[in-house]
């Protein structure tokens, strides 16, 4: 059994920053990759940041220069820097963690820009 736990999220005026984790525990052998998702009201689930365990990342376009992804190999732990939030980054924001065949998801954790 495998648990993510997010945290981070919350509420900031707009150019704020904010800082999301996310740890895994359990039966994990080996993590391939880890990353994150967000999905707005009424939109789709969208991809945030990703990162492969020989630190190979990918960003949105609508987030490069503004989020950095990290990762803690030893701690299972990913990591978003989000700095300048515009409002539409609005959304709850969730961890991927890939360990295949298998994937895993996080709970979802709000974050709030206020214009």
């Known amino acids: 059994q495998v648990q993510l736990v997010e945290s981070g999220g919350g509420l900031v005026q707009a150019g704020g920053s904010l800082r999301l984790s996310c740890a895994a525990s359990?039966?994990?052998?080996?993590?391939?990759?880890m990353g994150w998702y967000r999905q707005a009201p009424g939109k789709q689930r969208e991809l945030v940041a990703t990162i492969t365990k020989f630190g190979r990342i990918n960003y949105a376009d609508s987030v490069k220069g503004r989020f950095t992804i990290s990762r803690d190999n030893a701690k299972n732990t990913v990591y978003l820097q989000m700095n300048s939030l515009k409002p539409e980054d609005t959304a709850v924001y969730y961890c991927?963690?890939?360990?295949?065949?298998?994937?895993?998801w996080g709970q979802g954790t709000q974050v709030t820009v206020s214009s």
């Open positions: 991927k963690v890939v360990a295949s065949p298998y994937e895993y």
């Open positions: 359990g039966s994990i052998f080996s993590i391939n990759a």
